[in-house]
Every structure is written in C-alpha cells, then in structure tokens.
C-alpha cells in the first residue's frame, strides 16, 4: 500500500509520497508534466541543491526559517550531494 503526506500550496492540497524528498509543486510537475521520461541533469540538480542549502542557512538566521527545518533541509542537501543524483 502506498503511503502519502498531504502538502499544500497556493492552489490547495496534493498527496505526495511519504519517501518524496518534495513538495506540493514538485508533485504536481511530476503528475501534469511526464514528457520525456528523462531524468533531470546531475549539475541542474546540484546547482539546486546548493541554492537550497544556502537559503536554508541564511534564512536561519534573522530568524525567518527554524533550525530544525534549517537542519532538516541541510541534511537532504548533503544526502542528495553526497548520493550523487
């Protein structure tokens, strides 16, 4: 049986899959957009990944995202990073 979380954004709710490492935009690309079938580029998804992990710490710090989302979002980063896509 296939487990989901329901994300919201600002067109409403989406069920994602609980091992899904995102979110309700993600979701939706993925059920309205199967094209190609193709994989994302390793250096477009790292260059993401980047660009995540240092929004995550420099929002942390005035105070605007919690630490434990901070780490939670440091943490699938440097998976991601290290799992080399």
């Known amino acids: 049986m296939n487990e989901f979380r ?3 954004d600002s067109l409403g709710e ?17 059920a309205n957009f199967p094209i190609s079938g ?16 240092a929004a995550a710490r420099a929002n942390c710090q005035p105070g605007w995202l919690s630490e434990a989302k901070r780490d939670a ?13």
């Open 6 to 8: 329901i994300e919201k």
């Open 14 to 30: 989406v069920r994602v899959p609980v091992s899904a490492w995102y979110g309700a935009q993600t979701a939706r690309a993925v």
């Open 38 to 53: 193709r994989r994302p580029d390793k250096d477009f998804v790292l260059a993401h990944v980047r660009i995540k992990l």
């Open 73 to 85: 979002i440091v943490a699938a980063c440097e998976k991601v990073s290290r799992r080399g896509v």
